[in-house]
């Protein structure tokens, strides 16, 4: 028994460890790092940029702010065992404050440095990191007069320039779009999609789809150049970024059926664009699928459920709209809270994601508080999906043309838990990726 303890003790610890991968380096205060406006004086072009990205709303951004606010800090004020994870949301979200010890700051509204976010001065003091694998904020800040970048010989008034080969690497985005919970569950894993994915073969990195080189004047003082690192970071909230990440084909196995005959549809879904998996990121949150209707020659629509392929675990990629999240009320102190409904669609559809589950084993949206995953049914680098459909033909189908429609659709956050938590509108609005048609013929 004593074994077990010692052993249970020892495992727990490690899984702090691996939790607290970004530890603080040296003291430093506020006035120790610029702020933005005092960066955007000279790079007014990088700064312009930046300002209107997610980078610069990690900490101010709504949803951000509910989750962190009304979930993550009541919750950690109930259970000591999230303290520490929760803090560490800051990490990445306002790397500054929490590097500074300003690791509970004020809300957004209280105007304080934290909104700074993921500032200029947090990517290019960035010297390196800790430890073996990037992962939970373990970058190393080195604040002061030395700037790093990606040129050789830049000179400045105002600081020193240092050529950095680790701001031009993946692993410099993965210190932060990796990460592993108090549970020891690997809750992020872009950078691990991207490495295990063909785009690292080939040597294309997060930033040539996520900071493209273009013609731009760096700085004031200095000419226009034609490959300059524009600072947009397109991703999954910029619908000119997702549009058309997944291709699409549909076709059925013939061309004609009678009232009655059984109806084969097969979809065909492709990652085109991403070098990692969709969706990515803060997969406990997003919502991908795709819905494939039959609309026959009078108008009338019919759902078309995807056929099951049997894999363990297969229930959480069927569109249901069974009671999950029933851990909100542990994070509020609702008593006996039941819970909201799953996915908030039709049900019946396919849907790409990962289950993040509890330690009670329901769904949840908590990251912090996800013990186990369910099966990945993500679509990877350049992976096709193939989804089928078998449909009986009702007997009273009118007769003609028969259009059968495939949208895949896509949501930032799941909406009966934006609704329940009073999320801005905009923040769960559904957004269409693609869509593809084809036609068949009811003959009587």
Known sequence: MKKVFVFSTLLLAFLFLGFKAGKSQKKAKYSDFETPQSCGQCHKEIYTEWKQTMMAQAYTHHWDEIEYFKLAVPHSERDEFF????????????????????????????????NESVSCEVCHTISGFQGKEPFNFNYILNPGRIKYGPREGVK????????????????????????????????????????????????????????????????????????MRHHSFPGGHVMAKIRGAIELKVYSDRPEYE?????????????????HKLPTGSVEDR??????????????????????????????????NELAYQDLGEMLGIKDFKGLPRDDLEEGHRIYRIAFLDPK?????????TKTLGVDYRIGPRETKVETYTWKIPDDIAPGKVRIEVRVLYRLLVSSVAKFLKVPEDEYKTREINSATATFEIIE
Not at 164 to 173: A, N, T, Y
Not at 200 to 214: F, I, L, P, Y
Not at 296 to 310: N, Q
Not at 312 to 319: P, Q, V
Request: proline content about 7%; hydrophobic content about 30%.
């Open 361 to 369: 084993g329901r769904m949840t949206i908590a990251q912090w508080n």
């Open 259 to 275: 009232p009655g005959d059984e109806a084969k549809i097969t979809v065909l879904l492709y990652n085109a664009k991403a070098g």
């Open 83 to 114: 303290k520490e994870a929760v803090e560490g949301c800051n990490g990445c979200h306002t790397p500054i404050a929490y590097f500074v010890g300003d690791r509970n700051p004020k809300p957004p509204s209280s105007g304080t440095r934290a």
């Open 156 to 227: 400045s008034p105002y600081h020193d320039t240092v050529k950095s080969d680790f701001i031009q690497k993946p692993e410099f985005c993965a210190t932060c779009h990796n990460e592993k919970n108090p549970f020891g569950t690997w809750v992020k894993t872009t950078y691990f999609e991207w490495k295990e994915g063909p785009y690292s073969k080939e040597g294309v990195r997060c930033q040539d789809c996520h900071m493209w080189k273009g013609r731009g004047i760096p700085a004031v003082m200095s000419k226009e150049v034609a490959d």
């Open 287 to 320: 919502q991908l699928w795709v819905e494939v209707h039959a609309i026959d020659s009078s108008g009338k629509r019919y759902i078309l459920p995807v056929d099951r392929k049997g894999f363990k675990g297969e229930e959480y990629t069927i569109t249901s």
